[in-house]
């Protein structure tokens, strides 16, 4: 508080006597001047002395009143009413911000400071922001900055799962109670989309990472002093066992969509690594066959029933990728199918076109491919997703010696760590490999010392000196009961 002003106004119970008969309450004030530390505290320890039963606390900023007990002392546990004077309005009104607090002294002189904190950082009035718009102003926000599927998919969680278990709590009410039975109502909760069940662990995950990440909005933006979300446990998401797509699970896909216009796209995403929404965004006069090169410059988003183009997922999604021959040969064999399909509907020849389309010129629409997808997989019993082929094409290239730098331009990623951990999965062919080198290398020895006892290790040189450092051991004084210790003065004569 800034200033040492005072104004304080005691309403006086009838139980104490006065002077006059009426024996209504009445009211007096008083005003003194004190140093701001010695404010509320001592104001509120002269009127409980004098008993009031009302005390009502005013500063140049902010004022509070203590409902005290009958013999007008103040209990441990008070009803307080806060107030903090805002900024006038545009129009010159009056603004105020009110709460009603619950609780000792200290802790309603400490919720005092955070109020006038929060006005003082900019007058904003959060007293009776709820959640609910809360979420609002940060939907309108987040569009500015992601995709239009994820803004479509975080103003579907608000809807479905943040509101009816928060939107009507006030932003600075919540807990980190109200956080944790949220997530164990979405536990509960039954699926709001075409799937039957209950939510998965990684679905109730993302749920719990959005919230955290509204509220980290909310704290930068001035509309909530802390983030609750923070003191409350991320939900686990148990490792599944992943099933790694080898060259014969992908030679199996291949010869099931033989025929059909899934067979392309499944070979170029073995091939290349490229994901769904940019092998569907290629245009044709974004491949040179004859240089076996293309070059991601778009990727295809589809949700409410829309087929949308944007920006790649990263800057570096933006590059240029080498095809093998058998991809190149692939590619030809299925512009040639196309080009006679175009003409047979009278659609002419346009390199601008999609490389894979619906058949009618029209870009391909994704969901609707992954569900094929996973009819054609489940046919072919390969238990694997359309984006494992990413995962497949990270994998065998590793497997074949290529570096992690090289693997992480060819698939996009920003950071090699997402290349090294989600991506790259150990081959078992390469763990047969590394066991036969061990063996190579020490099974002759290993196999004599165990069959004959001898020391077979002699041929070499012996363990380093690093490896060959024993125990020192210290020295150890030898004791003498007729010698006399050293002082620094006379010569010490052994006997």
């Not at 441990?76 to 009110?98: H, I, K, P, Q, W």
């Not at 926000?141 to 239009?148: F, N, W």
Request: glycine content about 6%; proline content about 5%.
């Amino acid at each position: 508080m800034s200033s040492s002003a005072f104004s304080v106004t005691v309403n006086v119970d009838p139980f104490i006597k006065r002077a006059d008969t009426s024996g209504a309450s009445s009211t007096r004030k008083l005003g003194y001047n004190a140093p701001p530390a010695m404010g509320i505290a001592s104001t509120l320890k002269i009127a409980a002395q004098n008993r009031f039963s009302t005390i009502f606390l005013r500063t140049p900023r902010a004022s509070m009143i203590a409902s005290a007990t009958a013999e007008g002392s103040l209990c441990m546990s008070t009803t307080f009413y806060l107030r903090v004077e805002l900024d006038r309005g545009a129009n010159g009104t009056r603004r105020r911000m009110r709460e009603t607090f619950r609780g000792s002294r200290r802790e309603a002189e400490a919720r005092l400071r955070d109020l006038l904190r929060e006005s003082e950082s900019g007058g904003f009035d959060g007293a009776r922001l709820t959640f609910a718009d809360l979420s609002r102003r940060y939907l309108a926000a987040s569009k500015l900055r992601v995709g239009a599927k994820q803004a479509h998919t975080e103003a579907q969680r608000v809807r479905d799962y943040f509101l009816p278990q928060l939107g009507s709590l006030r932003v600075r009410d919540i807990r980190p109670f109200h956080i944790e039975a949220a997530v164990v109502a979405w536990r509960d909760s039954r699926r709001h989309d075409s799937e039957k069940g209950h939510l998965s662990p990684n679905t109730i995950r993302h749920l719990f990472n959005q919230l955290r990440t509204m509220y980290r909005w909310a704290v930068r933006m001035g509309l909530s002093v802390r983030n609750p979300v923070l003191s409350v446990e991320a939900p686990k998401v148990p490792k599944r066992e992943l099933s790694i797509l080898d060259a014969a699970g992908i030679a199996t896909l291949l010869a099931a969509a033989q025929g059909t216009d899934m067979q392309a796209p499944i070979a170029l995403a073995a091939a290349t690594g490229l994901r769904r929404g940019e092998i569907f965004g290629l245009r044709w006069q974004e491949v040179d066959l004859e240089a076996g090169q293309l070059r991601v410059l778009r990727s295809l988003d589809d949700w409410d029933g829309t087929v949308r183009a944007k920006e790649p997922k990263t800057v570096q999604s933006r590059r240029p990728i080498p095809l093998p021959a058998f991809a190149v040969a692939l590619l030809r064999a299925h512009r040639s199918t196309q080009i006679e399909r175009r003409m047979a509907l009278g659609l002419g020849r346009d390199d601008n076109a999609w490389v894979f389309d619906r058949g009618n010129g029209e870009p391909v629409k994704l969901r609707s491919f992954s569900s094929r997808f996973a009819r054609l997989a489940k046919r072919a019993k390969v238990p694997a997703r359309f984006h494992d082929l990413r995962h497949a094409f990270a994998t065998q290239a590793a497997g074949t010696g290529i570096d992690l730098r090289t693997i992480q331009s060819l698939l996009g990623h920003s950071a090699i760590s997402t290349t090294a951990n989600p991506y790259v999965h150990p081959l078992t062919s390469l763990h047969r490999d590394a066991a036969d080198r061990i063996d190579a290398l020490l099974g002759d020895k290993v196999t004599k010392a165990l069959s004959s006892g001898s020391d077979v290790f002699s041929e070499t040189s012996g363990p380093q000196r690093a490896h060959a450092e024993f125990e020192r051991v210290k020295k150890t004084r030898k004791h003498n009961a007729l010698m006399v210790a050293p002082t620094g003065i006379e010569p010490v004569f052994p006997p």
